[in-house]
């Protein structure tokens, strides 16, 4: 079993900044993609930014060039530093990861961390 925990969500004026974290524990061998998603009130849950399996980063067009993706192989963690970030912006952040493991492949969640930004 492998528990993802993330941190670092809160509320934010629109303009300033955020960083999350999110930290992989358990049993498995190695991460081969890990991320971050969002889920605003009233939509689907859509891709923020990630490093896929292949080793490069996907990002949504809507946070390029605002957010950075980066991780702490050492400390199974990724981090999410948002910056300039907007009302629309606000959602719950989940933290995604495919653990390697004997047999195959598995994939996680964590519980999600909120992001509110206020006009």
């Known amino acids: 079993q492998v528990q993802l925990v993330e941190s670092g969500g809160g509320l934010v004026q629109a303009g300033g900044s955020l960083r999350l974290s999110c930290t992989a524990s358990g049993s498995f061998f190695s991460i081969k993609a890990m991320g971050w998603y969002r889920q605003a009130p009233g939509k689907q849950r859509e891709l923020v930014a990630a490093?896929?399996?292949?080793?490069?980063?996907n990002y949504a067009d809507s946070v390029k060039g605002r957010f950075t993706i980066s991780r702490d192989n050492a400390k199974n963690t990724v981090y999410l530093q948002m910056n300039s970030l907007k009302p629309e912006d606000t959602a719950v952040y989940s933290c995604n990861a495919v653990t390697v493991v004997i047999g195959g492949e598995n994939g996680y969640w964590g519980r999600g961390t909120q992001v509110t930004v206020s006009s």
């Open positions: 490093f896929t399996k292949g080793g490069t980063t």
